[in-house]
């Protein structure tokens, strides 16, 4: 284990080698500093190009501290709680009503979330859950459907099936046969940060990579969908139920 030292903090971390690196990269997790460099580059190498990133290194490793100071605890899913939709916060109201089920409104700029008094206790917040869940994913659906129709006559391509999983850290992905995979959760993000997803999946129908031709092509449709990027790096774990 090496170990990079930054005024008075130490920063452990190992080299993790790679037949699919080309070069050096760091980045920041809950493991730390992580550093993966392609077989060709010694040690020597390795550790003067991170002694050199020790500025950004350290930056990084704060702010991915502040993130986490700022994951919201496990909701309760009672009255006054605020959840994400489209980029905006809305209040949730519980209210109590005899028989029948669970239903949701977005109303009124609440969620009303309508639920049978005889209903366990213990049993409401997984009852609430799973009803928001499924709203959300009905959202999701129509919204990320219609703007795949949209952009992929722009684009000019067409695809097959399109899923909607829960995913902890993918937004979206795409197979040769034509198939997109979409996060629900992305419903819970501005209109434009889906754009950017939608985009990026269907330009991978033209380039099955991430290379220069293919960030034209989702340049082409977003023009600033770097900031789409960054974006999602520092607000994607918001986007949470």
């Known amino acids: ?3 990079l030292k930054i005024g ?19 980045s920041i997790g809950a493991g730390g500093l992580h550093v993966v460099s392609p077989f060709s580059i010694n040690d020597r190498e390795i550790i003067s ?4 990133k ?7 490793l704060e702010s991915y501290r502040q993130r986490l100071m700022q994951i919201p605890v496990e909701r309760e899913f009672i009255s006054g ?18 028989g029948g ?23 409401r917040r997984e009852e609430i859950q799973g009803k928001l869940e499924q709203w959300y994913i009905n959202r999701a659906k129509e919204l990320i459907n219609e703007r795949l129709e ?21 937004w979206g992905s795409c197979s040769q046969k034509g198939n997109l995979n979409f996060n629900w959760k992305l419903v819970m993000a501005p209109t434009f940060i889906v754009d950017y997803v939608v985009v990026h999946e269907l330009c991978h129908f033209k380039q099955m990579n991430h290379s220069r031709e293919f ?27």
């Open 49 to 52: 190009f991170v002694e050199k």
């Open 215 to 241: 960030w034209l092509l989702v340049e082409n449709q977003i023009s600033d969908y770097k900031n789409m990027r960054k974006w999602l790096k520092e607000n994607g774990y918001k986007l949470n139920l």
């Open 101 to 123: 089920c669970t239903k949701i409104n977005l109303t009124d700029g609440q969620f009303l979330v309508d639920i049978n008094s005889d209903i366990p206790t213990e049993k």
């Open 150 to 170: 949209i952009f992929s006559n722009k684009i000019g391509v067409m695809f097959n099936t399109v899923r909607f999983k829960k995913q902890k850290t993918r």
């Open 8 to 26: 008075t903090t130490l920063i452990s971390y190992s080299i993790r080698r790679s037949h699919k690196a080309k070069y050096v990269s760091l």
């Open 81 to 98: 709680e605020k959840l994400l939709y489209m980029g905006n916060n809305y209040p949730l109201k519980v209210l109590e009503h005899k």
């Open 1 to 3: 284990m090496l170990q």
């Open 54 to 60: 020790r500025e950004w290194i350290f930056n990084k």
